[in-house]
């Protein structure tokens, strides 16, 4: 235990020096900030609360955001110590594989979770000050944060074990930005093509929420989507959010982060120094 | 007692190429051993499968009765790597708290290591701002933590100034007295001349030569050198009496043979007053290197 929270410590001081801490700072805050003001316009003709349709606004932006902070931390984490000769040194010390992940995790996550609260925080305070009645969306607002930072933690995961796959930075960088693209703008767009193509067939009726629950980031959407009965104020994608139940999305969203992390201790295990 | 390292038959292959072929070595504890060799000899990778870094092909490595890279091997071995690096983020201080804490030591002993290698002064300062002689003692700093039983150093006094180097063998000796084992490669061969037990030579994977340096001596059986420095104007008296000498700056050089070297010494003081000074070299560490390996070559 204290050799992954003395990891833990010594990543989370890397990061604060390497001013991670401050970019997802800035990046959550600023973001939700805009989003508060700017997104609870619209609310009167729908009959919910600001914070609750703030919440719909701050889904679609931790979609993006959340997975490209989480990768951008963790990309490095492995490849880096490859390529600055710090791995060997390491391994030969009594500490597991997998306590060196778990230290990493925890100094990353924390850096996301304070990115979240402080995002979060400011986008409720704003939006209480403008509308007392939104207390009525706090509930929708602490699934997110939570929910949030799973999702972060699975792409964690996900970035480690591209780290660990890729011998250098640059190259587990690339995969990174590879895999986000793929999972967060891409993915989406082939299934709406798909949908469009299928018009209304097998593939929009069977495989379609399959495919959504498949996704991490997809069911994270999802699963706050339906969790809040915001849908209405959702486009895209997210309108499927109806047809799935919400035990499938949830069961997605808790499955992903452990899935990610074991994916990532089988590859980095296989990581020859 | 047991030796703490016991390596029998040790194979590693990479593929086609075979970077060790059947070593076997054992060291005692307090034993200090110099791993010698070329580049791309097998030291390297000798030491990783030691550490349990990689695995070897076949052959047997037991350390302090534990496999290689089990915790219990990784509790009782430290190791300083080849250009040893951190986190340039991290300064020195941050850095040994951290590997203390990973052996569950105190991290408060942290600054006490870095006086020992006299880092003290630059403790908080980060490790990217460090020259590559600090870095290499931050590594030595890191392979005091604890009371390891075998120490492995992949060439530890590279980047470091002679009194540097000194003062680290001075601590490896306090080591040793401790009990601690002791693998070191090295190509300062001068200095591991002086301050190792044994020696191993390491050629292509395989080991040519193991022993302390009389015994390798005794074993290479190469030419002694004699330097003969005569008196004023009787340089030529001693160069016949002495035939195959040849004059270098008005000494003699001469070499013989182990088995003849106490019969041309009496045949020099024969000579008397006609020699102002005698200086008998054996051979170097650097000659018996070279002999070992060229030797495995053919």
Redesign the interface.
């Known amino acids: 235990m204290?050799?992954i929270?003395?990891?833990a410590?010594?990543e989370f001081?890397?990061a604060l020096?390497?001013r991670w801490v401050a970019i997802a700072l800035v990046l959550m805050g600023v973001f939700s900030l805009v989003l508060a003001l700017a997104g609870s316009a619209p609310t009167g003709g729908l009959g919910v609360d600001r914070l609750s349709v703030t919440v719909a606004s701050l889904t679609s932006l931790s979609v993006y955001l959340i997975p490209l902070l989480a990768l951008l931390m963790s990309f490095d984490a492995i490849a880096g110590e490859t390529e600055?000769?710090?791995l060997?040194?390491l391994?030969?010390?009594?500490?597991?594989r997998w306590e060196i992940l778990l230290g990493k995790l925890l100094a990353h996550l924390a850096i996301l979770t304070l990115a979240v609260l402080l995002g979060h925080g400011l986008a409720a305070a704003v939006t209480f000050w403008s509308d007392p009645t939104a207390v009525k969306g706090l509930p929708a607002l602490w699934r997110l944060s939570w929910s949030s930072i799973l999702l972060g933690a699975t792409f964690l995961g996900a970035g480690y074990a591209l780290s660990s796959l890729s011998r250098r930075p640059s190259g587990a960088a690339g995969l990174a930005i590879g895999l986000w693209l793929g999972l967060v703008v891409l993915y989406d767009l082939a299934l709406l093509s798909a949908i469009v193509a299928d018009n209304g067939g097998w593939f929009t009726t069977d495989v379609f929420p399959i495919t959504l629950l498949a996704n991490p980031a997809d069911a994270f959407r999802l699963f706050n989507l339906t969790a809040s009965g915001a849908t209405a104020a959702a486009a895209g994608v997210g309108g499927a959010a109806d047809a799935i139940p919400l035990w499938q999305s949830l069961a997605s969203v808790l499955v992903w982060p452990f899935a990610a992390l074991a994916l990532a201790a089988a590859a980095f295990r296989k990581v020859?120094? | 007692m047991t030796s703490t390292l016991t390596i029998s038959e040790l194979t590693k292959r990479f593929g086609e190429v075979a970077a060790l072929t059947g070593v076997s070595l054992s060291v005692a504890p307090g034993e200090r051993v110099a791993l010698l060799g070329h580049n791309g000899a097998g030291k390297s990778t000798l030491m990783k499968i030691i550490l349990g870094l990689i695995p070897a092909t076949s052959g047997a490595v037991t350390i302090c009765d534990a496999a290689p890279g089990s915790p219990a091997a990784r509790r009782a071995v430290a190791y300083l790597p080849e250009n040893a690096a951190f986190h340039p983020a991290l300064t020195g201080l941050e850095e040994i708290r951290h590997y203390l804490a990973l052996r569950g030591e105190s991290p408060a002993l942290a600054m006490g290591l870095l006086e020992k290698v006299g880092l003290a002064q630059a403790a908080r300062r980060r490790i990217g701002t460090y020259s590559k002689g600090m870095r290499q003692r931050v590594g030595l700093a890191q392979a005091l933590i604890g009371h390891p039983r075998l120490l492995v150093l992949d060439e530890p006094t590279s980047g470091l100034d002679p009194v540097s180097r000194r003062e680290f063998y001075a601590l490896l000796d306090a080591l040793a007295a401790q009990g601690a084992s002791i693998l070191l490669s090295s190509h300062a061969l001068t200095e591991v001349e002086a301050r190792t037990d044994r020696i191993v030579i390491l050629s292509k994977g395989r080991m040519v030569a193991e022993g302390s340096l009389p015994e390798l001596r005794r074993r290479a059986d190469l030419p002694v050198a004699l330097h003969v420095t005569a008196r004023n104007g009787y340089a030529p008296d001693i160069a016949k009496a002495l035939p195959g000498a040849i004059l270098v700056d008005g000494a003699l050089h001469l070499t013989c043979p182990q088995a003849e070297k106490l019969q041309t010494l009496g045949r020099i003081a024969g000579l008397g007053d006609k020699v102002a000074d005698l200086e008998v070299l054996p051979p170097s560490l650097e000659d018996l290197y070279a002999h070992f390996s060229q030797g495995a070559a053919q």
């Open positions: 204290i050799r929270l003395s990891t410590r010594t001081r890397i020096r390497n600055r000769g710090t060997p040194l391994l030969a010390y009594p500490i597991a020859t120094p």
